[in-house]
Each structure stands twice: as C-alpha cells, then as structure tokens.
C-alpha cells in the first residue's frame, strides 16, 4: 500500500524557516510530479508548488523567494524548505504526487494526511 506521509510541521515564529518532507513508501517504482498544498482554516485548498521528475518547479506567487520545493529519488522523498514565513502561512500543507506502483501500469494520484504549520509569535 502506498503511502505519503509529511513532516517537519509545527509552530515558528514570523520570520522564522521550517522544512517539511514527504516521503512515499510502498511498492514504488516511481514518482512522477509532485506538489504541496495547504489549506488555511476556513479557506479552500490552494497549490503552492510543484516539481517534475525533472526537477522543474513552479510556485504559487505568495511564496515565490521564500519557499524552495525539491526531490530525492533514490528516498522517494520531496521537501518544502519555507523561509520568511508569515502568519499567514499557517496552514495544514499536504504532499500531493504521481506514484507508478509495482503491478500497475499508470501513475496514481496520492495524497498524504497533512502536516500543520503554525507561524505566530
């Protein structure tokens, strides 16, 4: 069974920096684009970033130059390095991914319990 699970969430001053990770486990041959989303309280889930096998990113505006999205994929593994954070950055983040699974012959949308992250001073 495949599986995301996110860490590094917490409670940070403004200002302060926090690194989240994904990582998937299971019976994965490999990941394909994979993304963080957050969902503040009250508002709808938005994407903040993404990254292609390749290693292209793309992020959400409000983060850009702040948060660094990345992989490893010998550890099936992608982080959100957050710096600068702001109030209103609190939010539960959750990793998002393509995963090709041994036995299946298309990638699978997966999305991981979520992590929350509290900036307040």
């Known amino acids: 069974q495949v599986q995301l699970v996110e860490s590094g969430g917490g409670l940070v001053q403004p200002g302060g920096s926090l690194r989240l990770s994904c990582a998937a486990s299971?019976?994965?041959?490999?990941?394909?684009?994979m993304g963080w989303y957050r969902q503040a309280s009250g508002k709808e889930r938005e994407l903040v970033a993404t990254?292609?096998?390749?290693?292209?990113?793309n992020y959400v505006d409000s983060v850009k130059g702040r948060f660094t999205i990345s992989r490893d994929n010998a550890k099936k593994t992608v982080y959100l390095q957050m710096n600068s954070l702001k109030p209103e950055d609190t939010a539960v983040y959750y990793c998002?991914?393509?995963?090709?699974?041994?036995?299946?012959?298309?990638?699978?949308?997966?999305w991981g319990k979520g992590t929350l992250v509290t900036v307040s001073s």
């Open positions: 998002n991914g393509d995963v090709l699974v041994h036995g299946i012959s298309y990638f699978r949308n997966y």
């Open positions: 299971g019976s994965i041959l490999s990941l394909n684009a």
């Open positions: 990254i292609t096998s390749g290693g292209s990113t």
